[in-house]
């Protein structure tokens, strides 16, 4: 068996994806030229759907990458790595993604909450991974960094621990001032 | 929620996407309001949203109107909108590659990135260096320094992680930010700590002894991030890979001792580096092995598969390590990650027992059709493997094939399991009918033309000789009538085989053949026609050579010699034997199944070694009378390997000559050698006619002289002859530095080792598919017998290989492996001899207290006989 030993390097995550129901795109990019057109990343969209929509495992191999995923009502989560990386840092953008995206929407991770927030999403992704290179893996950074207009949200919305958080959150910063 | 509201209009219906018919056009035109006093924030960022779902759908943007738009963004910098000016951001990096002049945002960006706003100095970095290049980095250099060392960890990190973008570009300046980069090392914060450490391995990679020293201050202070971890644990056995020295240094307890670390990924990526270590012992795996069983048993699907695909891994190499896991294993095969079961049942099969064997094929079966291509090709790949390994199990792995071979699958997965059973039907005699009989089974509903030509090709090389051919003359005759071009000129010569060997089926095939010269294809006609008539004249020599064993010539040089010919045209017929043979490739008889990397190569056909060679020794002016290369042998070492001069020699044969290629380097740096060439002093009557020295040979830059030696004429008997060899050259002592020589130089010779020239060389491998059918082709004209004793040689396979490398001829009808525990064997040996010749060799090989030998040989010349037996005594 080919076993080389890995070059280390801070190059983790070749994609991230976000695909609806129907395996349509709403959200993908690609951080290296495995997939270097758009026919191809549509292509290879397409089987990576159709091989993980119908179970709930987590984690597969295709095309010779290592495919880690997570779906939730009508969205389906992918984070793509080389298949000699390690599966659980993969993982771990995985989950950072998802919590970052559940807090912003307020535990209402779906698809038309998604696309009303796309900029937070946009803004979320550039926060954890940066040319492949993992930013951030901790939700609470991420969503502190995209810090989307606090007024959008009614206090009355949020819960007791969100309060709780932002509150936290201004007095740290009160203090690092 | 005020945004939705403005959206409202734009939806259609609940639960629709709104920018699902976007127009980029009229995107574009909406872009004009980033113009208008003043700057309405919210829906300027709706438009900026949709600019940039717009690029992420792959949408493609012209020049002119990324421009446009980019320009008409710059303005929106005037608004403080904090949202906004982030999407501002992302926009600047989507269009870096798209927009002109995109450096215009530069002094905005380095005034945010220097600016008391928190939440935008990160991203402005990271946008600035994205459109920054070498020469405008040396403008910012002074504030990434400084970036690098902020004590806020988003900035720090996106400094960091920046500058290793731009390591690829720049690395002289980003080289500069070392201390920085070494400072934010010691930061509290775990990402800043991980990419300083990465940024710092990338700077220094090239220096050994500073990753070495980085790495024992890390390895001590301890690193507080999982992912520093990770990268340490791959600096480490990148760093012990290339010491090559034992497991026994700090690193590898360093590894070891994360074994037993806290954090999960850790653990696995110690466990992982450990089992990829080259010749790691099996007191080394243990360790590593046991912490992958506890994570077997793991709630997280991603850790089961992690743990299962290196236990893998580890079962391929030692799978003695991993039967401790067996019983984890076992509890694997129901996940509900097929993935997981797949590996999990792989991995079984490798260190399971030939009892087990039937149960996991069971197991496998009930859920083969549900995983991916990639798994099933593994899976055929574990049972290739076992099938070598118990091979009394063929039975039930050729149901199991033939079971697989019926579902869906693509071209890559079919080719593994056809693959997989040829290999069955070559290994046992036994499973040959039936896996022929899958394999009939298998073209009638064939869409792959590549499988389909190669099932055909086997039907007719294997068929005629069971004992029922007739049944498979149904199911090649169909593909005759029902496929495309190519499969029906393949079922044609399928069929001749057929009738060539069988006389009771010739009439019947010659009624088929007939029908097929009235197909539409050309190619499928005249393969009939000339089958046909070959055929009709009921002729065991003929059907010998043009139905059995075809051309053997190489095909780039059939096509060189076809296109001299026309250049040059003559009365005289094109001569066949004027072609060079076809060198067999050394692959022939790989049993192992190629990866699954390996099969998006481009099926070239790449000319051969003889065929290169041949295109250097024509571009010689005295070796253009030669004729063409018959044989160019394997490189031969004349030196020590570690001596001034290192000079390895290449034998070209020619029919009436040969060339001796010696390819020379020089390993002295003070030295420039001119002239050189090797001067040879024969023992028999072969004689030296030129010298042809390499002009100059500098220090490590090898170069080539070569030496042309003529036959003996009147003696074609005296074919091996020992050459006596010094290397004569002029020396010019040079500056090792500048390499610049002296004016003057001397006269110096070094003595190599003798250079032995044997029957080998003037022999070409030539792999007749049917020995049996050139065998009677050839007739026994010419035959000689005779029986040696080996008294020296203890076993058969040794014995076998000691024939076939000392005459250098090709084995045929897989003889070359002798089934175990049998003390006879024949082997069937096919050779070209210079003029043209064919040479068969028959050897009956007994074993008692040493090995005796029959050694029969064929060949349409008396002379060639005499030679191969006379140098075999």
Redesign the interface.
């Known amino acids: 068996?080919?076993?080389p030993?890995?070059?280390?390097?801070?190059y983790t995550v070749k994609a991230v994806l976000i695909l609806?129901n129907d395996g349509d795109?709403l959200?993908?990019?690609y951080y290296d030229d495995t997939y270097p057109t758009?026919k191809e990343?549509?292509a290879f969209e397409k089987n990576i759907f159709n091989?993980t929509h119908r179970?709930?495992?987590?984690?597969?191999?295709?095309?010779?990458l290592t495919v880690?995923y997570k779906s939730n009502i009508d969205l389906f989560f992918y984070v793509i790595g080389s298949s000699h990386e390690?599966?659980?840092?993969?993982?771990?953008v995985l989950n950072c993604l998802f919590d970052s995206l559940s807090q912003m929407l307020r535990k209402n991770v779906e698809?038309?909450a998604l696309?009303?927030n796309?900029?937070g999403l946009?803004?979320a992704v550039?926060?954890i991974v940066?040319?492949g290179?993992?930013?951030?893996?901790?939700p609470q950074?991420v969503v502190h960094?995209?810090?989307?207009?606090g007024d959008?949200v009614p206090l009355t919305e949020q819960t007791v621990t969100q309060v709780l958080q932002s509150a936290k959150e201004q007095i740290k910063w009160s203090l690092l001032r | 929620m005020i945004k939705k509201f403005d959206k409202k209009d734009e939806e259609s219906g609940s639960g629709s996407n709104p920018f699902q018919h976007l127009e980029k056009s009229a995107v574009l035109q909406e872009a004009r309001i980033f113009n208008e006093t003043p700057i309405n924030p919210r829906r300027c960022l709706h438009i900026l949203t949709k600019i940039i779902y717009l690029l992420n759908q792959g949408e493609h943007f012209g020049t002119t109107e990324a421009t446009e738009a980019f320009f008409a963004m710059t303005r929106l910098f005037q608004s403080n909108d904090q949202t906004l000016r982030r999407m501002c951001y992302l926009t600047i990096k989507e269009m870096a590659n798209i927009s002109e002049d995109v450096i215009i945002v530069t002094s905005s960006l380095t005034k945010d990135m220097t600016g008391k706003e928190d939440v935008y100095r990160g991203p402005a970095i990271r946008a600035l260096c994205r459109i920054t290049d070498t020469t405008m980095l040396q403008a910012i250099e002074r504030y990434m320094k400084q970036a690098i060392v902020d004590k806020v960890p988003s900035v720090s990190s996106s400094a960091l992680v920046s500058s290793l973008h731009m390591v690829k570009m720049s690395y002289d300046v980003v080289k500069r930010w070392v201390n920085e980069a070494q400072e934010a090392a010691s930061s509290d914060n775990v990402m800043v700590q991980y990419h300083a450490l990465g940024l710092l391995y990338h700077l220094r990679k090239n220096d050994r002894l500073a990753v070495t020293k980085m790495l024992n201050k890390f390895t001590k202070s301890g690193l507080k991030s999982p992912f520093a971890h990770c990268m340490l644990i791959r600096i480490a056995s990148k760093l012990l890979d290339e010491t090559e020295g034992g497991h026994d240094s700090p690193l590898f307890d360093f590894i070891e001792s994360c074994l037993r670390n806290k954090n999960e990924m850790v653990v696995y990526e110690a466990a992982s580096a450990i089992v990829h270590m080259p010749n790691c012992t099996a007191r080394e795996l243990a360790p590593a092995v046991s912490v992958l069983q506890l994570f077997c048993s793991s709630p997280k699907a991603a850790l089961r598969y992690a743990a299962v695909r290196t236990l893998n891994k580890v079962a391929m190499k030692h799978p003695s390590a991993v039967t401790a896991c067996n019983l984890d294993l076992e509890n694997l095969i129901t996940d509900s990650n097929r993935s997981i079961a797949t590996l999990a049942i792989t991995t079984l099969l490798k260190t399971g027992s030939e009892s087990s064997v039937d149960r996991l094929m069971k197991q496998i079966s009930s859920f083969v059709s549900e995983i991916s291509d990639e798994f099933k090709v593994v899976v055929v790949q574990a049972i290739s493997a076992l099938c070598q390994k118990y091979p009394r199990k063929h039975s039930v792995m050729m149901n199991f094939l033939s079971n697989m071979l019926r579902d869906d699958g693509g071209f890559d997965y079919k080719r593994a399991i056809v693959d997989c059973i040829i290999s069955i039907i070559e290994e046992n005699p036994e499973s040959k009918e039936t896996g022929l009989a899958h394999l009939c089974e298998f073209i009638e509903d064939c869409e792959h033309t590549v499988l389909a030509t190669k099932i055909l090709h086997l039907l007719g090389k294997e068929g005629p000789r069971t004992p029922q051919p007739s049944k498979y003359i149904r199911f090649i005759f169909n593909r005759v009538v029902l496929e495309s071009e190519a499969v029906r000129a393949a079922a044609v010569s399928a069929l001749a085989k057929f009738g060539a060997q069988n006389d009771d089926l010739l009439p019947s095939v010659l009624v088929l053949m007939q029908r097929c010269m009235m197909d539409s294809d050309d190619e499928v006609r005249d393969r009939a026609t000339f089958y046909n008539n070959v055929l009709q004249q009921k002729q065991k020599a003929l059907n010998a050579a043009y139905i059995f064993n075809g051309l053997s010539v190489s095909i780039p040089g059939l096509e060189k010699s076809l296109h001299q010919y026309t250049l040059d045209p003559s009365e005289k017929p094109f001569d066949i034997k004027s072609v060079p043979l076809a060198t067999t490739p050394l692959t022939e008889h790989k049993t192992e199944m190629t990866p699954i990397s390996s099969s998006k190569m481009p099926d070239k056909l790449t000319p051969s070694r003889q065929d290169i060679y041949q295109e250097q020794l024509a571009a010689i002016p005295e070796f253009q009378g030669l004729g063409p290369l018959f044989k160019s042998s394997e490189q031969v070492q004349l030196t020590e390997a570690e001596t001034e001069y290192v000079v390895r020699s290449v034998k070209h044969t020619f029919a009436r000559h040969m060339v001796f290629q010696f390819d020379c380097t020089n390993t002295l740096n003070d030295q420039l050698l001119q002239k050189v060439m090797v001067q040879m002093e024969p023992s028999e009557s072969y004689e030296v006619i030129h010298y042809t020295p390499a002009a100059n040979l500098a220090y490590s830059q090898p170069g080539s002289c070569y030496t042309l030696v003529r036959l003996p004429e009147d003696d074609p008997t005296a074919v091996s002859c020992t050459f006596s060899c010094t290397m004569k050259y002029l020396v010019r002592d040079c500056d090792p530095n500048t390499g610049e020589p002296d004016d003057d130089g001397y006269d110096d010779e070094y003595v190599l080792e003798d250079l032995e020239v044997t029957v080998a060389d003037h022999i070409q491998k030539v792999l007749k598919p049917n020995f049996g059918a050139a065998w009677e082709e050839v007739g026994d004209e010419f035959e000689k017998e005779e029986t040696f004793a080996l008294a020296s040689v203890r076993t058969l396979d040794e014995a076998v290989g000691n024939i076939i490398s000392f005459l250098g001829m090709q084995p045929c009808e897989r003889s070359d492996k002798v089934p175990e525990n049998k003390n006879s064997h024949v082997l069937f040996l096919a050779g070209g001899f210079g003029g043209g010749h064919d040479v068969l060799v028959r050897a009956r090989l007994a074993l008692a207290d040493g090995v005796t030998m029959q050694v029969t040989v064929r060949s349409s010349d008396e002379t060639v006989v005499d030679i191969i037996l006379a140098s075999v005594g």
């Open positions: 068996m080919d076993s030993i890995l070059e280390p390097s801070l609806d795109r959200y993908a990019k758009a990343q549509k091989k179970t709930d495992s987590e984690i597969a191999l295709l095309e010779g880690v390690n599966e659980l840092m993969l993982m771990a698809r038309r696309l009303e796309m900029e946009f803004l550039d926060e940066d040319g290179v993992i930013l951030e893996s901790d950074q960094r995209v810090a989307l207009r959008d």
